[in-house]
């Protein structure tokens, strides 16, 4: 299993934009979600798809997963810092042309939403997953991603004010 097949490898590249942007979420940072992409491609090429799994919901399960492989893995390391080298943040400072600044608005917006909400509003309206998908990626029922993006677009309207609304 650990190779993939012609159709997988196919399919897999078409979905690296979306998988791109799906680690762009989860992470909130460009160069994590770089890091993140690399290593989910990485696992999917060393470990295979199974042949009858939908290549594109498997990609952004194994996504998630290795996210929050991620995630434990900081925790451990902030738990013993002496152990663990740290490593310092390199955002940049670039200014923001002007017609970025509403989408670093709605940016800002999404990330203070709970991740919950985020990942299904993400999947659903930037990624253009059906419900059934999303919860499938996401591993919970349907109505609960329904409610979680019910909840994201209340949020996000109370949170969101578009440069010059005032």
Request: glycine fraction near 4%; include cysteine; charged fraction near 30%.
């Amino acid at each position: 299993m650990p190779s993939l097949s012609d159709s997988q490898r196919e399919a897999l590249m078409a979905e690296l934009g979306g998988l791109r942007r799906f680690c762009y979420s989860l992470t909130g940072n460009a160069a994590d979600a770089d890091d993140l992409l690399q290593a989910t491609v990485e696992k999917l090429l060393s470990k295979g798809i199974p042949e009858d799994a939908h290549t594109a919901k498997w990609s952004y399960r194994v996504c998630k997963n290795v996210w929050i492989d991620e995630l434990r893995s900081r925790e451990v390391r902030q738990r013993y810092p002496s152990i663990a080298d740290e490593e310092e943040d390199a955002r940049s400072t670039e200014a923001v042309a002007e017609g970025e600044q509403a989408l670093d608005a709605v940016s800002r917006a999404l990330e203070q939403l709970p991740e919950d909400q985020r990942l299904a509003l993400t999947l659903v309206t930037v990624e253009g997953k059906s419900y059934a998908e999303a919860a499938e990626i996401l591993e919970v029922p349907v109505g609960t991603i329904m409610s979680r993006i019910a909840r994201a677009r209340k949020n996000l309207l109370d949170i969101y004010s578009p440069p010059g609304a005032d």
